[in-house]
């Protein structure tokens, strides 16, 4: 049987977290639930509330504990979703960001480079904008971007350039019609690297990850208790950028805020001050785990 997902950073994400037998946890990206089960098992009388918008995840849901709430949302949702369930304050938070294994293993749902599928890409399937719609309908600038901020090719003009002329005389329908509308422009030797970063991009887009990330952390500082604390891993730089400059200064723009009278105010203390990465051992057991980074950060 294929494991949905193996948990990255499993001890020592939720040993972050500090547990207490009593508090209230969320974890924002559920998965095949790694992360909550091993907070229930740190928990009396407390609480985990899960959240992922990939309808699939409910299939791992957690029976017969009455102290765990899973949400089918994205976590976005965030504080509306804990206020219809009366919680408004939390003692700690995780998030696991991306996909799962499962997403990379599944043949139909478009995230995988290996297998021919239409190019879905959407975790969320009642979402509007999926991964054909991104690849046939954005314009050059919109590819541009994307190509650069979640790929990070510098000049990603001969990838849109592919992208566009395909698309004028047939749509590109398919992971396998992008990968050949693309593969004369990278060597045999590295095409699996370099598809690898098209797909992520197009993914990160679909998702709208980084905005949903953005909107998570500024929540997450609203409901968490003093001392309560925010795990976050990563796989992205652009990812990583984000969370590091909120840990350190409660905003996206790595510089500090000042209050009237020009004192600098922070809401966290950075419980790490460079990023967890896993060991080899964990790398060399799970590939997905070779480009996390974990953060944590205390509330004040
Ligand atoms: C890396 S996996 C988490 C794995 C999990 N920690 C475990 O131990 O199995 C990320 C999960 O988060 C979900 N996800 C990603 N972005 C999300 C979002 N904005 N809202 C809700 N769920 C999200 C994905 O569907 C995926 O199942």
């Known amino acids: 049987m294929t494991v949905f997902h193996n948990s990255v950073l499993l001890k020592e994400s939720v040993n972050a977290l500090h547990v207490s037998p009593d508090g209230i946890y969320v974890d924002v990206t559920f998965g095949g639930g790694g ?47 804990l206020a219809l369930l009366g919680v408004f304050e939390i003692d700690g938070l995780i998030a696991d960001l991306g996909v799962s294994a499962y997403h990379f293993t599944n043949n139909n749902r478009g995230f995988s480079l290996k297998y021919d599928s239409v190019l879905d890409m959407r975790m969320d399937t009642s979402s509007k904008k999926d991964g054909l719609f991104v690849v046939n309908k954005y314009d050059q600038k919109n590819l541009a971007r994307i190509f650069k901020q979640y790929a990070d090719f510098n000049n990603p003009n001969f990838i849109v350039d592919a992208i566009v002329s395909a698309r004028s005389r047939k749509i590109i329908k398919t992971t396998f019609d992008l990968k050949s509308t693309l593969k004369h422009y990278v060597s045999y030797k590295n095409q699996n690297q370099f598809f690898a970063r098209i797909f992520q991009a197009i993914r990160i887009e679909v998702n709208d990850e980084i905005c949903a990330l953005k909107e998570l952390l500024k929540q997450a500082l609203d409901i968490l208790n003093p001392k309560g ?17 909120f840990m350190k200064f409660g905003n996206f723009l790595n510089t500090p805020n000042q209050d009237f009278f020009g004192n600098i105010t922070k809401p966290f203390k950075q419980i790490t001050k460079k990023p967890i990465v896993p060991s080899l051992d964990e790398v060399n057991s799970n590939n997905k785990a070779r480009s996390a980074k974990m953060r944590v950060c205390e509330k004040i």
């Open 35 to 81: 992360h909550s089960k091993l907070i229930l098992d740190k928990i009396q009388n407390g609480k985990v509330v899960a959240f992922d918008q990939d309808k699939e995840t409910l299939k791992n849901t957690i029976n017969n504990d009455k102290r765990f709430i899973m949400i089918n949302k994205n976590f976005r949702f965030l504080k509306e979703e």
């Open 229 to 245: 604390r925010l795990v976050v891993i990563s796989y992205h730089s652009t990812e990583d950028k984000l969370v590091k400059s």
